[in-house]
């Protein structure tokens, strides 16, 4: 029996070893050239929809929250599952920088820059949600612990607290993260400027970086320790994301597998959102030898293997309910499957768990439109899981006296239009500012790019002892 | 400074010369020589130099600007200003406080920031219940019921909780307006009115013309004098008298069987076996406050009196229907029948009473056979089993009620029925009383006829709105086009109005003076609480001027003077000192309540048997549709229609607001082939209407019935074409009566229209829905039978055999421990009906404000108080449990825990607050509250609602200055009225004692007809609330949730057979 | 004049004038093909004793650290350090803000306890350790920003930001020395040595911050920006819904105004006639004394009625009839002195008398029905009789 031997070896990250040399050119070509027409139309499209969401928008905050499908059994709905949503989809990005920067998993390289970068976009649009789902948004300060006319102090019981400091931080850090990230290739873009103004920019924003070695081994201390005290920051964001839930006592919200649930859901949006954006992009930009087929292979993996979790979270909900023998818990999960909201139930059920098995299929892992096909179904599907566990939990619970059902309104669903386009356009914008790949790291995983030889200080260079 | 030196230096050679001797020449001495001093005298060169020098350099030279500061005194001054002129500027932008503007002189009654209550008397209704305003600095702001009066007995009904909005309502008329060209109607002068009107009245009095005076039934003594000096000066004068939704047959009935009078008040608490037949004396029909009251004190389990025991007979599925312990549904003109099958029942085979030896009556009842009639209309046998006996076991204690709406024919059968039990001695001996005695339809004919041949010279439409009210067969509006002069006096536009010539506004009975005699026991008296706020008077008065036969005769105080001196020439003519007239009619007015000198006659009613003996025709099935036009308990007969607290208070059973419809059973519908909102055809002879269809469970089929007073086309904004107008189906009744009708044709009709309900149904037979509110322990009941051999089951049946202090629960930290006072609420399921008073008066108490139909939709209510309704059983024979459901006050409140930003926090006294302006409106609480009674402003209601009509000016005069009115984007609730505790807390304080929970009432407290609702401190062992806290039938909702609620329940009993709560249910 | 600008930074952009460069050597950049090679050199350059060198390369070189001697970096500790603060900081503010400043009773649970707490705890920790890691790692430990170093766009740089690899050692190395270092350089391979000098600029040793002008900028849009703010926030704050914190209410309180009333009374006065309950009118009203026999006091004597009937005289009766009730009031002078309340004839009064004159008034006394309820008239009644007694007191009156 003989195994493929693609299961086996270490697969090149760089393909048809270029010089590094090459590979600045292939990296920064697209910030160095004009916009691509294809690069206007996109733009074109998401500022359009980040304009229809910005009028919704305004709408809300001139008449109040009405404005939405919101109502009485049903307090949260399009604002929070929006949110939930962008906060799960920021969790590759850091996940895969991080935690592959960790296990020394090399072929992050290729896409961990662009993953966090999706990660700060996708934080920033979550983060509008919480703001503007408030009543009253313009006392949204009320929610940081500052002294104020009441005296009163905020609630440190409360969920929705520790998710501001959650996200926050998440944010703080991701961005941190990033943007230490970036510094070296801002120098050689610095340093490969023609024009004085861009000159300028850059060697602002690099901090007037050299690469000396004394910077080095600073600064890789520091990006360790950032993906360090990130990869439990990833994991505690969505878990205190899904306290929001957990901690409430309401039927189908308080439930104590909702941490890991959580996580493994926000990984699996994440790695989704990642492939389907990169999958565009390396091909528009021409990046294929950098982000190779094996990166969407593995990606592909990883979504597998997390979609399994969620599928198993999924079950893990209904047997534990029928265990409780609580009639409330037992309740609101048959009302998942048979109540009016059946028809979102069984979008993420599908999307989620069934459709994604697919990827047991090496085939399918490898071919291009059939991964784009069920990523883009794998964020569908995981809106709808955060539509299942907010909206159908809420809208029957303990007295069928107050049960009522939900519609969402034009400036629903404006609104979820906008928070694309605002994502997106933010995205656009930064493939065409900075290079997506880490260049740096790239070309430290270059064939021949380390030294093979290990010495010490030493009075005379010869003879040289082997490494 | 060189210069200086060179000189010094001089001098010195000077010194060395020696020469220092004045210098004498002849020519100096021509003219004589003034010298200032020795050297000068001496020409000393030293001092001429000097003299020379005499500024120094440096102090002649200019001043060096450089080394002087920068900041020059202009400058300084300049920034000075300007940093004078922005410091003024903004402080003159800060918060405009207003300006205090207090009493002149101050009322003695008044004191400010406290209430002072006035004794008035409701004119909603012709029940005329005693009425207790509650006034702020003169300005009324909450209705109650007046403690005193003998009948309602300090409880009213919704209509006058909600009638502080009538005064309010920025629609009502404010001037006299003259519509004689009905394309521009002008305001006009009441003096020049008076004129016009004397004027016509006169000419018409003179030309034999008839002046015909179109009235609701008139109960008070004093106006009946002035209708009657009215018709002194006008000899032409015809009042013809109605009401809309009235009881006309019942009382004609009465008239027939007793000879004369109107059909009496029933002693329901003396009352064991009560058997209602399509009466809905629970909620609409006849005295709904005293009959609630009274129902429910035989429903007591803290009295420890026996249970009462209701059975219904009924097609409607009503509410007094679902809160019986039998509830038969039988289609409504088999009713009938069916007492006839009960007379024959106790006449001819238990040979009851002395009827049975009447042949004229026996010989009336042989084709009548109970057991034919039960297998005919499959009913249940045991439960007609029980009923009879129960009937006939309980003699004189046992009585039969027959709806407002059956036929004649048929009250008379319920007559007998009651005499044959004995139970005519449950009739009260005090009688209702009509000043002038009702129309009959052929009076209302001549009316007409009298329009069209123009017999009449002048229509006075007297605050009533007949082209509205009357049956469309009587064709009145068109009639009234003949009318030569139609003077309407109203509130607010009507239809009878718009069709008129003038039209005059009246005061509301805030601002009028009036008397009252709804019974011959007693009167009541009205008086103004405040000025009338607009150019109007009150109708009396207006009447009065034109008696007096010229307009100067009107004065400010005219009724007033009137009705004093009507009174002190009858009610109080033992007075005859001025002194103790004066202080009697203080007194009357302090009580509201004067108990007449006539006391009740007790002649026993004799019986006419002839009134059965000679009746021919009877109501007998007929058609597939039997059509039932019931009165709204909310809008009555449609005269308060532009109430937009009353249009938004659910209907009691279906939960609809802001529409009627035509509810019919499920197979009704499934033979029309129509579902919810699908419009119908409705035909009957005297007209047609288009209205959607409701599917209401427990209705007989075949059995549509359709609620009055909407579908006003001329009104405010508020109530025009809020629902459908029934009355186009209303008939003259000289068939069956005019509210019931089964010669009707129903199709189906294309388009559908929305109706709303604040609590929509889920089909609660299908297993998955089945009795969910017995599993989930949110209702709690078992049978009285149960109670009495057990009082502890229900205590069992929830925590087992398990002990109180077992029932502490501990937890993994401490818990606080409410020391003190602690509030908490009791509400007796046994004595709620479920109308909705309380939600009521809870919105006039906390300004809550009116959401409207399409929020409505959306389920955002803002009402505090919901009225929870459950069904079990199947749709056709539905059982229902009803349930208050408010704040619950939680010890371990889960709203709490959730807030970020602690907006909502628990108080030592058990209060679960709301820091409104703490509240950004994240509705996380409202989401983790198990009960869902929190209520979220999704938008300024008041500023949305019909182009923010809630903002009108005169609404502020309205609003409970003790209550916040919230803002849009802020999270609310029911507050236990924490400002009536907080009063209760200012005077302990002031008279140094500790608080007494006895003292606080909550506004839905003091609102519940059926005293269904207890308050107080569940801290105060010795107080009777504490009995009730801990009664052996109480128990907390969802008490599985552990959030502790400090709102207990009392389980329900139902006084049936049954011994197990299992099949008391199902 | 739009194209006039563009064209002008287009100039401006185009113009590519490196700064001017001193004379003061910096010191030599030695470039290396391969990243052996350059390891070589630097062991051998740190072998030889140099301290102030160092090696570029565009992406970091395993094992240069220890070619070059150096030790292991701080910033761990450095991090550390901040985040054990944060964690403290944090158990802090919640203890103190929820426990002890502002207790709040939230779902019947203690004031202040630990689960809850954790997880803000450990983001707070989190964001102090990346923050000070990162902004440490930058400023302190390497010395950034210098955006104007002299390796800046010089070829060297350019060279190994790209795909070179290099050394610099610095002029100020005590070990420096023109030629031994060039050699050196030389001998460990560097294909190609060029001397970097100082800039300009990095010998002047003045700061742009400084500047007077630019602290006054600094100040002015500071004043601006509080004046505006100060402004705007009023009109929104105070009167503008729905900011204002529900100010504006759509009631009538206590003395305020209504716009709705021609003469903005908010409060009104109750129609004459009607009788407000427990405020029967007093039936005596402007009758003489004559008829006010049948008045008698309601209230029981005690002592705690006594005082309330004390406290309301020294109120509103003491400042004319003084506190004795001698008319030795206050208002002695300004007003007629009022006779003494211990005359024969006042003492002969019924105590309904008395009533009726405090509640009618007479002479130049006014009504006092509005000031006193009617229980307190009858309260300070009860006084003035201690009152009278007291001033003519008899033996009897004595204690035994």
């Known amino acids: 029996m003989s195994f493929d031997s693609t299961y086996t070896k270490e697969l090149p990250l760089v393909e048809n070893n270029p010089t590094l040399r090459q590979i600045d050119d292939a990296i920064l070509l697209p910030t160095q050239i004009k916009p691509l027409k294809g690069w206007w139309i996109a733009l074109g499209l998401s500022a359009t929809a980040l304009l229809i969401g910005a009028v919704a928008l305004g709408l809300t905050f001139y008449y109040g929250i009405g404005m939405w499908g919101n109502n009485q059994p049903v307090g949260w709905a399009f604002g929070i599952v929006n949110f939930v949503f962008w906060i799960g989809i920021g969790h590759a990005g850091t996940l895969i920088s991080a935690i592959l920067l960790l296990f020394r998993q090399k072929w992050r390289t290729g896409i961990a820059r662009f993953a966090e970068a999706m990660t700060i976009f996708a934080v920033m649009t979550a983060g509008i949600f919480p703001v503007i789902h408030t009543g009253r948004p313009w006392l949204a300060g009320y929610l940081i612990p500052l002294p104020n006319q009441n005296g009163v102090w905020v609630n440190f019981l409360s969920p929705l607290l520790w998710d501001v400091f959650a996200v926050s931080t998440y944010f703080t850090i991701s961005f941190l993260f990033w943007s230490i990230g970036l510094i070296p290739d801002i120098a050689l873009m610095r340093d490969r400027a023609t024009t004085k103004i861009k000159k300028t920019i850059y060697s602002v924003l690099s901090l007037g970086w050299t690469n000396s070695n004394r910077n080095w081994s600073n600064y890789e201390r520091a990006y360790l320790i950032l993906a360090g005290i990130s990869t439990p920051l990833v994991l505690s964001v969505h878990s205190i994301v899904s306290f929001d839930f957990a901690v409430s006592v309401l039927p189908g919200w308080h439930t104590t597998i909702f941490p890991p649930y959580f996580v493994a859901g926000a990984i699996f949006s994440g790695f989704g959102m990642v492939s389907t954006v990169l999958i565009v992009v390396r091909k528009a930009f021409g990046l294929q030898h950098i982000i190779t087929m094996n990166h969407l292979d593995t990606m592909n993996k990883i979504l597998l293997a997390t979609s399994t979790m969620v599928g198993y979270s999924y079950m893990m909900e209904f047997f534990i309910a029928w265990y409780s023998g609580n009639p409330f818990e037992m309740f609101a999960f048959a009302n998942r499957v048979l109540g009016p909201y059946n028809w979102a139930w069984s979008i993420m059920v599908s999307c989620n768990v069934l459709i994604p098995q697919l990827f047991w299929f090496k085939k399918i892992r490898r071919s291009i439109p059939v991964t784009l096909v069920i990523v883009l179904l794998v964020n569908v599907g995981m809106w709808f899981e955060r539509f299942v566990i907010i909206v159908i939990s809420l809208h029957r619970d303990f007295l069928p006296s107050s049960w009522g059902i939900f519609y969402p309104t034009i400036t629903d669903l404006s609104l979820l239009l906008g928070s694309f386009g605002f994502f997106f356009t933010f995205l656009l914008l930064f493939l065409k500012t900075f290079p997506l790949v880490s260049i740096s790291e790239v070309k430290g995983v270059t064939e021949g790019a380390q030294p093979t030889i290990h010495l010490h200080p030493h009075s005379n260079g010869y003879p040289k002892e082997k490494a | 400074m060189r210069l200086r030196e060179e000189r010094e230096q001089e001098i010195m050679d000077k010194k060395d010369t020696g020469n220092i001797l004045p210098a004498s020449s002849d020519e100096n001495q021509k003219e004589p020589n003034y010298w200032r001093s020795f050297r000068e005298l001496y020409n000393d060169p030293e001092f001429i130099k000097e003299r020379n020098l005499e500024f120094s350099k440096d102090e002649t030279s200019p001043p060096d600007t450089n080394s002087l500061s920068r900041l020059s005194r202009r400058k300084f001054l300049a920034l000075m200003s300007a940093s004078a002129a922005v410091a003024a500027a903004g402080c003159s932008n800060y918060r405009d406080k207003g300006v205090l503007i207090p ?222 312990d039998y509830r038969l549904i039988l289609r409504t003109d088999l009713i009938e029948d069916f007492v006839w099958c ?653 608080v007494k929970g006895s003292n606080v009432k909550t506004a839905c407290q003091e609102a519940c007809n059926s005293n269904a609702i207890y308050f107080g401190d569940q801290n105060d062992k010795d107080s009777d609330f504490y009995k009730f806290n801990n009664s052996n039938l109480g128990y907390h909702v969802l008490d599985d949730v552990k959030t502790k609620p400090n709102v207990t329940y009392i389980a329900k009993l139902k006084n049936v057979f049954e011994t197990e709560k299992s099949e008391a249910h199902n | 004049m739009i194209k006039n600008l563009i064209n002008k930074i287009k100039e401006f952009d185009s113009s590519a004038d490196v700064e001017k460069r001193s004379n003061k050597l910096f010191g030599f950049a030695a470039l290396y093909n391969t990243p052996n090679e350059v390891i070589e050199a630097a062991a051998s350059v740190a072998g030889k004793g140099y301290q102030k060198f160092d090696a570029y390369s565009p992406y970091p070189l395993h094992g240069m650290d220890s070619a070059m001697g150096l030790g292991k970096t701080k910033v761990g500790y450095f991090a550390f350090t901040f985040g054990i603060t944060g964690t403290f900081l944090a158990l802090l503010m919640i203890g103190w803000m929820n426990g002890i400043d502002f207790q709040n009773i939230i779902g019947g649970k203690p004031f202040f306890s630990l689960p809850p707490s954790i997880p803000i705890t450990f983001e707070v920790t989190v964001l102090l350790t990346g923050i000070s890691a990162t902004l440490g790692m930058l400023i302190i430990f390497n010395k950034l920003p210098k955006i104007n170093s002299p390796l800046n766009d010089t070829d060297f740089m350019k060279n190994v930001t790209s795909d070179k690899y290099g050394i610099v050692i610095n002029a100020d190395d005590e070990l420096f020395d023109e030629n031994d270092t060039k050699n050196l350089l030389l001998s460990t391979g560097a294909y190609s040595i060029d001397n970097i000098y100082y800039r300009e600029s990095n010998l002047t040793t003045k700061t742009p911050i400084f500047e007077k002008k630019f602290i006054m900028a600094i100040i002015l849009t500071a004043i601006a920006t509080a004046v505006i703010s100060y402004f705007t926030l009023n009109w929104v704050l105070y009167d503008t819904q729905p900011f204002d914190w529900m100010w504006l209410q759509k009631r009538i309180d206590s003395q305020s105004e209504s716009n709705f009333f021609p003469n903005k009374f908010g409060m009104r006065e109750p129609v004459n006639g009607t009788v407000a309950r427990g405020f029967m009118p007093y039936e005596y009203k402007g009758m003489p004394d004559s008829m006010v026999k049948l008045l008698s006091n309601p209230l029981p004597i005690s002592k705690k009625v006594l005082e309330r009937g004390q406290d309301r005289f020294n109120i509103f009766c003491s400042p004319c009839h003084g506190y004795q009730g001698d008319g030795e009031g206050r208002l002695r002078g300004q007003f007629p002195k009022p006779p003494t309340l211990h005359s024969e004839k006042v003492r002969n009064w019924t105590d309904g008398n008395i009533y009726h004159v405090i509640t009618n008034g007479q002479n130049v006394m006014p009504s006092y029905a509005e000031q006193v309820s009617r229980d307190d008239r009858w309260a300070i009644i009860h006084y003035i009789r201690s009152l009278q007694r007291s001033h003519n007191a008899s033996d009897s009156d004595l204690p035994k």
């Open chain 2, 342 to 994: 009960l007379l024959n029942e106790f006449l001819i085979k238990q040979r009851l009473s002395v009827f049975a030896s009447d042949v004229n009556i026996t010989s009336k009842l042989q084709n009548y056979s109970l057991e034919q009639f039960i297998s005919a209309n499959n009913l249940p046998k045991e439960v007609i089993g029980h009923l009879v006996s129960d009937l006939s076991k309980n003699p004189g204690t046992s009585i039969v009620i027959g709806g407002s709406l059956l036929p004649e024919s048929t009250h008379i059968a319920i007559n007998l029925l009651n005499e044959v039990l004995g139970s005519s001695k449950l009739y009260s001996k005090e009688k209702n009383v009509h000043q002038i005695p009702i129309s009959t339809p052929s009076e209302i004919d001549l009316l007409i006829s009298n329009l069209k041949s123009g017999k009449t010279g002048v229509v006075i439409h007297y605050d009533t709105n007949p082209v509205y009210d009357f049956a469309k067969e009587f064709g009145y509006a068109d009639a009234l086009k003949n009318a030569p002069l139609v003077i309407t006096m109203a509130h607010i536009i009507n239809e009878s109005a718009d069709a008129g010539n003038y039209v005059l506004p009246l005061n509301t009975m805030f601002e009028s003076w009036g008397d009252f005699q709804p019974r011959n026991t007693f009167f009541s008296t009205q008086q103004p609480v405040i000025a009338p706020l607009y150019n109007t008077r009150q109708k009396e008065e207006i009447l009065l001027t034109w008696a007096k036969g010229n307009k100067d005769a009107f004065k400010a105080d005219l009724y007033h003077q009137y009705l004093m001196d009507n009174w002190k020439a009858t009610v109080l003519s033992e007075f005859k000192n001025e002194a103790k007239f004066n202080n009697a009619w203080s007194a009357a007015l302090n009580d509201g309540v004067v108990m007449s000198k006539s006391v009740a006659s007790d002649v026993p009613m004799q019986f006419k048997n002839e009134a059965v003996a000679s009746l021919n025709s009877r109501m007998t099935k007929n058609g597939d549709f039997v059509l039932l036009l019931t009165k709204s308990s909310t809008l009555g007969d449609g005269k308060h229609a532009n109430n937009g607290w009353l249009q938004e208070l659910s209907h009691p059973v279906t939960k609809v607001v802001w529409d009627n419809y035509a509810a019919i059973s499920t197979q009704t519908s499934k033979s029309l082939g129509v579902d919810v909102n699908d419009l119908v055809k409705i035909t009957t002879s005297s007209g047609e209407l288009e209205i959607p269809v409701f599917i209401q469970p427990g209705i007989a089929e075949g059995v549509i019935a359709i609620t009055s007073g909407y579908g006003r086309t001329v009104c405010g904004v508020v109530g025009k074409d809020a629902g459908f107008d029934s009355n186009k189906l209303l008939s003259k009744g000289t068939k069956l009566s005019p509210y019931l009708n089964n010669d009707v044709k129903v199709e189906k009709s294309s388009g559908s229209y929305d109706v709303i309900t604040t609590q929509d149904y889920y089909p609660f037979d299908e297993p998955f829905y089945k009795d969910i509110q017995y599993e989930r322990e949110i209702i709690q009941e078992g049978t009285y039978l149960q109670y009495k051999s057990d009082p502890d089951f229900l205590r069992r049946e929830i925590h087992g055999e398990a002990k109180e202090e077992e029932l502490e629960y501990g937890s993994i930290n401490k818990q606080y421990k409410h020391t003190g006072v602690k509030w908490g609420m009791v509400i007796d399921l046994n004595k709620c009906t479920g109308c909705s008073e309380c939600a009521a008066a809870c919105n006039v108490e906390n300004n809550i404000p009116i959401v409207g139909k399409d929020q409505v939709k959306k389920r955002r209510m803002m009402q505090w108080i919901r009225l929870d309704r459950y069904y079990s059983g199947t749709p056709e024979v539905p059982k229902a449990n009803f349930q208050p459901m408010l704040c619950q006050h939680c010890d371990f409140a889960p709203c709490e825990n959730v807030c970020p930003v602690a907006a909502t926090t628990h108080s030592t006294d058990g209060i679960n607050g709301m820091a409104y302006n703490r509240c950004v409106g994240t509705r996380y609480c409202s989401n983790n509250c198990p009960y869902k009674v929190r209520r979220f402003n999704y938008f300024n209601f008041r500023d949305r609602f019909r182009d923010g009509i809630q903002l009108e000016e005169s609404y502020s005069l309205m609003a409970n200055p003790e209550v916040t009115v919230r803002s849009r984007g802020v999270m609310e609730k029911c507050t236990f009225c924490l400002q009536r505790i907080m009063d209760e807390r200012q005077v302990a304080i002031q008279e140094n004692r500790m």
């Open chain 2, 103 to 324: 009493y002149n002189s101050k009322p003695e009654s008044v004191t400010i920031g406290n209430p002072t209550f006035f004794a008035s008397t409701c004119d909603g209704c012709s029940n005329a219940c005693g009425l207790l305003i509650r006034t702020i600095e003169g300005r009324p702001i909450k209705v109650d019921g007046n403690p005193d009066h003998p009948v309602s007995k300090g409880k009213v009904c919704a209509i006058a909780q909600a009638s502080v909005m009538n005064l309010y309502d920025p629609e009502r008329l404010k001037n006299p307006v003259d519509r004689t060209d009905k394309g521009n109607p002008k305001d006009i002068a009441w003096g020049e009115l008076d004129e016009k009107i004397i004027g016509a009245l006169k000419s018409a009095a003179a030309g034999g013309k008839e002046i015909s005076i179109v009235a609701n039934s008139i109960i008070s003594p004093t106006a009946k004098k002035v209708l009657d000096d009215f018709t002194v000066t006008y000899p032409t004068t015809k009042i013809y008298s109605y009401e809309p939704y009235g009881s006309e047959t019942k009382n004609s009935a009465w008239a027939k069987c007793y000879g004369a009078g109107n059909y009496p008040p029933v002693q329901l608490d003396k009352a064991k076996i009560i058997l209602s037949l399509e009466s809905d004396f629970l909620i609409s029909d006849g005295n709904k406050v005293e009959a609630a009251r009274l129902f429910a004190e035989g429903r007591d389990v803290f009295t420890g009196k026996e249970f009462n025991r209701l059975y219904t007979v009924e097609g409607n599925a009503s509410l007094t229907g679902l809160n019986s």
